[in-house]
T-cell receptor
Framework: AQSVAQPEDQVNVAEGNPLTVKCTYSVSGNPYLFWYVQYPNRGLQFLLK??????LVKGSYGFEAEFNKSQTSFHLKKPSALVSDSALYFCAVRDRDNYGQNFVFGPGTRLSVLP | EAQVTQNPRYLITVTGKKLTVTCSQNMNHEYMSWYRQDPGLGLRQIYYSMNVEVTDKGDVPEGYKVSRKEKRNFPLILESPSPNQTSLYFC???????????????FGNGTRLTVT
């Protein structure tokens, strides 16, 4: 069975500082990994995905994520946080060997960027 | 514009009164899914569909029905809503239903349902 853990419910960071939102996953096969962001009163928006190849993936709004197979992690990062980055972030995994497994989402991490 | 459209955005109803939340996508996606979002529980899948006339249960299907008579539409039906179905609901669609497809999901803006 697939699962995703986001160990921090809340992450606080000062504007201009680097940010990291953590994600670890468990999947029986090989993973596709995704990050989504949710702003208030909106649906989830796709940020970036890992398919294969380079372990550092770049996405929208200056975000990037680092895939680490040995640690089964896919942490979201940004070099310099903006107040407008404050939102709810979800990590998701899909087993690429079995579409029937569907997407599994983590519980979400609320990011607050303080001015 | 590529989008997933849910209606209504807000719905207040009473216990036992049947309701339908509509979902439509214009991207010709084979795969569609319904989720509910509750505080502290993240996103939980209710039902999903791999293609027309193909639907399957997710993690929390009790009390819900779906249908997929055409590719673009995937309505969520609550035959007899109860207060524990008060939640924020999202419809999503994504690509082809094959293992090689790595398309992300596209989400609607959500339906906030209150059952009293």
């Amino acid at each position: 069975a697939q699962s995703v853990a986001q160990p921090e419910d809340q992450v606080n960071v000062a504007e201009g500082n680097p940010l990291t939102v953590k994600c670890t996953y468990s999947v029986s096969g090989n993973p596709y990994l995704f990050w989504y962001v949710q702003y208030p009163n909106r649906g989830l928006q796709f940020l970036l995905k890992y398919i294969t190849g380079d372990n550092l993936v770049k996405g929208s709004y200056g975000f990037e994520a680092e895939f680490n197979k040995s640690q089964t992690s896919f942490h979201l990062k940004k070099p310099s946080a903006l107040v407008s980055d404050s939102a709810l972030y979800f990590c998701a995994v899909r087993d690429r060997d079995n579409y029937g497994q569907n997407f599994v989402f983590g519980p979400g991490t609320r990011l607050s960027v303080l001015p | 514009e590529a989008q997933v459209t849910q209606n209504p955005r807000y719905l207040i109803t009473v216990t036992g009164k049947k309701l339908t939340v509509t979902c439509s996508q214009n991207m010709n996606h084979e795969y569609m899914s319904w989720y509910r979002q509750d505080p502290g529980l993240g996103l939980r899948q209710i039902y999903y569909s791999m293609n027309v006339e193909v639907t399957d249960k997710g993690d929390v299907p009790e009390g819900y029905k779906v249908s997929r008579k055409e590719k673009r539409n995937f309505p969520l039906i609550l035959e007899s809503p109860s207060p524990n179905q008060t939640s924020l609901y999202f419809c999503a669609s994504g690509g082809r239903a094959t293992s090689q497809d790595n398309s992300p999901l596209h989400f609607g803006n959500g339906t906030r349902l209150t059952v009293t």
